[in-house]
């Protein structure tokens, strides 16, 4: 985290590809507990939280909003791991993890960290532009 608002843009692409990672993990650990009788799938949330800041500061631009909520003083923006649905079950050993769901949200979140990546690493070349020149 760096602890400028000028880098407030990559602070919370970092955050947001922690959040990503651990996903990504999460699922991998849902798709390895399909066969685990009474096991309940379990996600990430970041999205909506990023959400939630961002609008607390609607009455700011994006850009200062972005600063705002990129800064390393804020700690609510973070994620959030729970237990999706825990009084549901569709099978017989009250299992509710779908493998074919689990793997397309598998996917989904692998694009969505290349594409966070691809980002940040575009925001560290413009920086690398402007300092050599």
């Known amino acids: 985290m760096l602890q400028s608002k000028d880098f407030a843009y990559i602070n919370v692409m970092d955050r947001a590809l922690d959040a990503s990672w651990m996903r ?3 699922i991998a650990n849902n798709l390895a507990n399909v066969d685990t009788p009474y096991y309940k799938r379990e996600d990430v949330r970041f ?9 607390k500061l609607r009455y700011k631009n994006l850009t200062q909003a972005v600063r705002d909520v990129g800064t390393p003083e804020n700690e609510a ?7 999706d649905s825990p009084g549901f079950s569709y099978r017989i050993d009250h299992n509710n993890v779908d493998v074919d769901t689990e793997n397309v949200e598998l996917s989904s979140e692998a694009l969505r960290y290349q594409t966070v990546t691809t980002a940040l690493n575009n925001e560290f070349s413009r920086y690398d532009t402007v300092t050599r020149a």
Do not use: C, G, N
Not at 78 to 83: N, P, S
């Open 24 to 26: 990504q993990t999460v």
């Open 47 to 55: 999205q909506s939280i990023l959400e939630d800041e961002l609008t």
């Open 77 to 83: 923006l973070a994620y959030e791991l729970y237990v």
